[in-house]
């Protein structure tokens, strides 16, 4: 997207808030890109043409014309007979485009884990909304004489839910898993002295 350029229209036919949302995250957008450095904005600008096929191009004419021209029997100055320096350019410029790659990937991890965040804090809201909504239906429930007792799962569904608490669940069984997993690697373990002891064969034997 042109840092300059106005953020374009949502197609139409679309809600209204879904078209709201579009609207807001790409102004959004537009406004991060017009308060990037210069530095930045070049740093993705060279990311995109290296990742490009004029790019695949570019170097397939250059370089094969510095070999060709350097072959030997071509009549043409052979300014580098060894390709000594056409491996100096290539090391060079690989170290400087790695360099621009990392940086974008760097830009690209950071709008990753914001939408991350903004995906977890939205996923928190609908679940504190939707709790709030199982105790006004049991409320309604209760109010109207009907019996919800049957049901276990109101009761847990009706708590909110602690983010902590779940982390330290899925950390607890995650270790759980991985123990496991290594007692099962030790105990098949191709050093064992219990493989390759004969199956039904007496010690007296």
């Known amino acids: 997207m042109i840092p300059d350029a106005a953020p374009p229209d949502p197609p139409s036919g679309v809600a209204h808030v879904v078209?709201?949302?579009?609207?807001?995250?790409?102004?959004?957008?537009?406004?991060?890109?017009?308060?990037e450095g210069w530095q930045k904005r070049l740093a993705d600008s060279i990311t995109r043409f290296t990742g490009?096929?004029?790019?695949?191009?570019?170097h397939l004419l250059l370089f094969g014309g510095w070999i060709i021209a350097n072959l030997p029997g071509v009549p043409l100055p052979?300014?580098?007979?060894?390709?000594?320096v056409l491996a100096m350019v290539a090391s060079v410029e690989a170290i400087?485009?790695?360099?621009?790659?990392?940086i974008t990937?760097?830009?690209?991890?950071a709008q990753a884990e914001k939408r991350a965040d903004l995906d977890l804090q939205i996923s928190l809201l609908a679940e504190h909304e939707i709790t709030r909504l199982i105790t006004l239906t049991i409320a309604i429930a209760t109010h109207l004489?009907?019996?919800?007792?049957?049901?276990?799962?109101?009761a847990e569904l009706a708590q909110d839910v602690a983010p902590?608490?779940?982390?330290?669940?899925?950390?607890a069984m995650q270790d759980q898993a991985t123990d496991t997993t290594r007692l099962d690697q030790g105990h098949t373990s191709p050093d064992s002295p219990e493989r390759g002891r004969p199956e039904g064969r007496s010690e007296g034997h």
């Open 78 to 84: 052979h300014f580098d007979p060894t390709f000594v």
């Open 96 to 102: 400087f485009l790695s360099t621009f790659i990392l």
């Open 105 to 109: 990937q760097n830009r690209m991890t």
């Open 19 to 35: 078209e709201r949302n579009i609207r807001t995250l790409l102004r959004r957008y537009h406004r991060e890109v017009q308060q």
């Open 145 to 154: 004489g009907l019996d919800t007792s049957h049901d276990s799962e109101l």
């Open 52 to 58: 490009s096929m004029p790019f695949v191009y570019l």
């Open 164 to 171: 902590e608490q779940v982390l330290d669940a899925m950390e």
